[in-house]
Nanobody, 128 residues
Framework: QVQLVQSGGGPVQAGGSLRLSCAAS????????MGWFRQPPGKEREGVARIIGVGMPLYADSVKGRFTISRAKAGNTLYLQMNSLKHEDRGMYYC??????????????????????WGQGTQVDVSS
């Protein structure tokens, strides 16, 4: 079992920046694959970014070049740096995790259904 507690988020103007954090506790966080999702108003939850392999970041096309995912060396904290925010970036952001079954996390962004553990979510409101 792993617990995910998020922090950060809030209101920001278009073009601004926010940094989200996700602290993991419980089972060793290094044994979990972790990523970020978001759910815009009235839309389905979608993958934003994740880390695979040996620290290789993957991003949704919509955020590529603007967002940066990173993970503390110990693996207990996941970050999402969001720059040049757009109105369409608004929504509820979640960090999520699933237990790694292979040597390295792999695949694409993957469906939310793959993830077993979720943070409580944090609202990101980008004014236009």
């Amino acid at each position: 079992q792993v617990q995910l507690v998020q922090s950060g988020g809030g209101p920001v103007q278009a073009g601004g920046s926010l940094r989200l954090s996700c602290a993991a506790s419980g089972d060793p966080a290094s044994s979990y694959c972790m990523g970020w999702f978001r759910q815009p108003p009235g839309k389905e939850r979608e993958g934003v970014a994740r880390i695979i392999g040996v620290g290789m970041p993957l991003y949704a096309d919509s955020v590529k070049g603007r967002f940066t995912i990173s993970r503390a060396k110990a693996g207990n904290t996941l970050y999402l740096q969001m720059n040049s925010l757009k109105h369409e970036d608004r929504g509820m952001y979640y960090c999520a995790a699933y237990r790694r079954r292979t040597s390295y996390c792999s695949g694409g962004l993957l469906s939310p259904t793959v993830y077993s553990y979720w943070g409580q979510g944090t609202q990101v409101d980008v004014s236009s």
